[in-house]
T-cell receptor, first 117, second 112 residues
């Protein structure tokens, strides 16, 4: 049973370019979350999506960042016109369900490490 | 504001030397408290979820406990392979969000 998959694992972009990060949740999971881990900082929530819907984007910067989880295919986190401050590890997680149950557990992928030159 | 504080920031143990990691939290209503392990360059690996005060869970040399204000991760007779960063996170009750609020972690080093 494959876990959460993310690609690419490493991504290098120059300032002003676009970065696209992809996440395939665990089989059967329909809830996807994106988190960012800046150097020397903890994991910070960015956005929570279900198929074709953004449920909570309270942690997403208002500009340049967007996320989607289409009916078919992986979830995409898109960063337009990247700046050096966007350099970080971006993690995707998925869960089977929500609410106070064991199916609420979030399982993380290996992350995409974005470097902006 | 919901908040998670972990202590100590770093801990060095000798192999076999038991100890505990602390996670203090402030949350409007607790839906769940989560423990993860993270190795360098990898994603967090799920360990435990605790839902109510008094609950305990065990896995090999690890045991997690929960009170109304904090959680402890007890490590019994650790081995070098237990070296990692241990992350604590809370999920608040109410609303549609399922976001996890993480602490900054405890970096554990177990020396042979």
């Amino acid at each position: 049973n494959a876990g959460v998959m993310q690609n690419p694992r490493h991504l290098v972009r120059r300032r002003g370019q676009e970065a696209r990060l992809r996440c395939s949740p665990m089989k059967g999971h329909s809830h996807v979350y994106w988190y960012r881990q800046l150097p020397e900082e903890g994991l910070k929530f960015m956005v929570y999506l279900q198929k074709e819907n953004i449920i909570d984007e309270s942690g997403m910067p208002k500009e340049r960042f967007s996320a989607e989880f289409p009916k078919e295919g992986p979830s995409i986190l898109r960063i337009q016109q990247v700046v050096r401050g966007d350099s970080a590890a971006y993690f995707c997680a998925s869960s089977l369900r929500t609410g106070g149950s064991s199916y609420n557990e979030q399982f993380f992928g290996p992350g995409t490490r974005l470097t902006v030159l | 504001e919901d908040q998670v504080t972990q202590s100590p920031e770093a801990l060095r143990l000798q192999e076999g030397e038991s100890s505990s990691l602390n996670c203090s939290y402030t949350v409007s209503g607790l839906r769940g408290l989560f423990w993860y392990r993270q190795d360098p360059g990898k994603g967090p690996e799920f360990l435990f979820t605790l839902y109510s005060a008094g609950e305990e869970k065990e896995k090999e040399r690890l045991k997690a406990t929960l009170t109304k204000k904090e959680s402890f991760l007890h490590i019994t007779a650790p081995k070098p392979e237990d070296s990692a960063t241990y992350l604590c996170a809370v999920q608040a009750d109410g609303g549609a969000t399922n976001k996890l609020i993480f602490g900054t972690g405890t970096l554990l080093a177990v020396q042979p």
